[in-house]
């Protein structure tokens, strides 16, 4: 079977793990070694504060050439993959961590973490359930437990890890966000709103609150409130103009069959981003509308409506209901 570097990269370092630990107290010599590795311990972390990254590593490196069971230099270097965008090295360090000490949660939790993001749903989702076993009033593990069973398209199993989750930590953006988003997929359009309303409230510098923002004027158009829907994309597109938000501001405008102005968004999105199948085929039924309603006298619109949903279709041909449009007013 073939071996990812990674794979075996954990396969070495487990077996150097394994060796059995000394028994008794420890000898002169013994107590030595821990206080060089305690030292080089200390010396990483202040250099990890300093962002002295390299050099932090250098020190957990020496840590485990003295002992390589020392899980605080296994975490440290973890974690410096980890905010490089190392992934795939961070999990061996941390799976390494869990199978030296069990019952370590951040080991677990920052394995789920890595596992997320590198689309291993499932191997995330037991990451995090191990770390909320051993800790289960942590936020960020029934925070991102939620994020990761939304990802996997499992909203109803999500649901109350997230709600646990603000519970546990009622100032966490990420935690209203997540609830939020989970709400809107179980179609509990009032509630997302509440929810996304407190995330946008707890923003901070560091929060992107613009998929907050989206998700509020979606759930807004959803129940009918299509004037708080356009407020809250006004502000969007006056800040940061994105294709999404052109595009909702276009479905909440055709709400109120102010089909002009919708295309007028539609097109705003698709010129930012041509690959929008959303914004195309608003483009589609914003055309056609305005041909039948007209009288079918304008042909352009026509056509221009089965361009839009052509182009759709190239992008992504599984839209059944685009077909279906596509097939129904071809010839009319």
Known sequence: MKRTLAHLMLLTMLALVALPACRGGMSQSEAERQARIDELIAQARAFREEGLDDSAFARF?????????????HLGIGDIYKDRGEYDKASVRFELVAAIEPTNFDAHYNLGVCKQ??????????????????????????????SAYLQDNKAGLALAYAERAVELDKESFGAWANLGFIYARAERFEDAIGAFRTAS?????????????????????????????????????AATPSSTAHERMGVALFKQRRYEDALRHFKDAVGLDNNDTAALNGLGVAYMTLYIEGGRDNTWQRDQALDAWAKSLEINPDQQSIVSLVARYRNI
């Open 61 to 73: 490196g020496q840590a485990l050439l003295e002992n390589p069971r020392v899980v605080d230099a």
């Open 117 to 146: 993001v590198l689309g291993d749903l499932s191997y995330a989702i037991k990451s995090y359930q191990r770390a909320i076993n051993l800790r289960p009033d942590s936020p960020e593990a029934n925070r991102d437990i939620a």
């Open 201 to 237: 409230e707890l923003a901070g510098a560091e929060d992107d609150p613009e998929p907050v923002l989206l998700g509020l004027a979606d759930a807004h158009i959803r129940v009918g409130n299509y004037t708080r829907a356009m407020n809250t994309l006004n502000a969007i597109i």
